[in-house]
C-alpha cells in the first residue's frame, strides 16, 4: 500500500493567492483528517470527514479555509486567499475509525505564504 | 476539554542511554485512546502505539516500552539503550471514544549523541 499521498510537498505562494493542498488516502480508509502544524500551536486538527462527509470543522480558522471530499479517494484543502500566517506544514491522515482507531499520516505539504 | 502534556521540551543523551518521555493527559471521557508519534527529521509523522484506557497492561516492543497508569494519568515512553536514529520529536496524543479526532502533545525532541 502506498500510504496517505499529499501534494505537492513544498508550495511557495503570494499573499492573496489562492492554494490548493490535495489528499489521497490509504484505499479502504473511511475517515480523513486534515492536520496543521505550526511551531506556536503544535499539531491541531482542522476538520475530519467520515465517510466523505465533514463531521467535525471547529478547527477551520477562518472563512478563508474551506476543504471537501468529493470521493473516498481524493480530498482538497483550500486557502483563499492565503496570508503569511497560513505558512505552515499541513497534514492528511486516514484511518478505518471507529474499527480500527490508528491515523496514517501523508508526509505533509509545507506551505510559505510570502 | 481533553488536553495532553509533555512537559519534557528538549532531551539530550548520550548513545546508549534509557530515556524515558513523560506524557500526562486529562479528560472526562471513561473510554480513551492514547498514542505515540514519532516525527523524525525528514518530517512525516509515524505511528508507534495505540492504547486504549481499558488496558492497563504495558507494552514492550523491541527497545521500546511504554507505561499506562491511569491512577496518574499518564502513558510514558520509554527507549532503552537508545540509538542516534532514534533521534526524533515524539508525540502523545489523546482521542475520545470515537476514536476520531486526535489532540496532540506538544511534542519532545530527543536528541542521541553518538
Known amino acids: 500500500d502506498a500510504g496517505v499521498i499529499q501534494s505537492p510537498r513544498h508550495e511557495v505562494t503570494e499573499m492573496g493567492q489562492e492554494v490548493t493542498l490535495r489528499c489521497k488516502p490509504i484505499s479502504g480508509h473511511n475517515s480523513l483528517f486534515w492536520y496543521r502544524q505550526t511551531m506556536m500551536r503544535g499539531l491541531e486538527l482542522l476538520i475530519y470527514f467520515n465517510n466523505n462527509v465533514p463531521i467535525d470543522d471547529s478547527g477551520m480558522p477562518e472563512d478563508r479555509f474551506s476543504a471537501k471530499m468529493p470521493n473516498a479517494s481524493f480530498s482538497t484543502l483550500k486557502i483563499q486567499p492565503s496570508e503569511p500566517r497560513d505558512s505552515a506544514v499541513y497534514f492528511c491522515?486516514?484511518?478505518?475509525?471507529?474499527?480500527?482507531?490508528?491515523?496514517?499520516f501523508g508526509q505533509g505539504t509545507r506551505l510559505t505564504v510570502v | 476539554a481533553q488536553k495532553v502534556t509533555q512537559a519534557q521540551t528538549e532531551i539530550s543523551v548520550v548513545e546508549k542511554e534509557d530515556v524515558t518521555l513523560d506524557c500526562v493527559y486529562e479528560t472526562r471521557d471513561t473510554t480513551y485512546y492514547l498514542f505515540w508519534y514519532k516525527q523524525p527529521p525528514s518530517g512525516e509523522l509515524v505511528f508507534l502505539i495505540r492504547r486504549n484506557s481499558f488496558d492497563e497492561q504495558n507494552e514492550i516492543s523491541g527497545r521500546y516500552s511504554w507505561n499506562f497508569q491511569k491512577s496518574t494519568s499518564s502513558f510514558n515512553f520509554t527507549i532503552t539503550a537508545s540509538q542516534v536514529v532514534d533521534s526524533a520529536v515524539y508525540f502523545c496524543a489523546l482521542s475520545d471514544q470515537g476514536a476520531q479526532k486526535l489532540v496532540f502533545g506538544q511534542g519532545t525532541r530527543l536528541t542521541i549523541n553518538p
Open positions: 491522515a486516514s484511518s478505518t475509525a471507529p474499527r480500527n482507531t490508528e491515523a496514517f
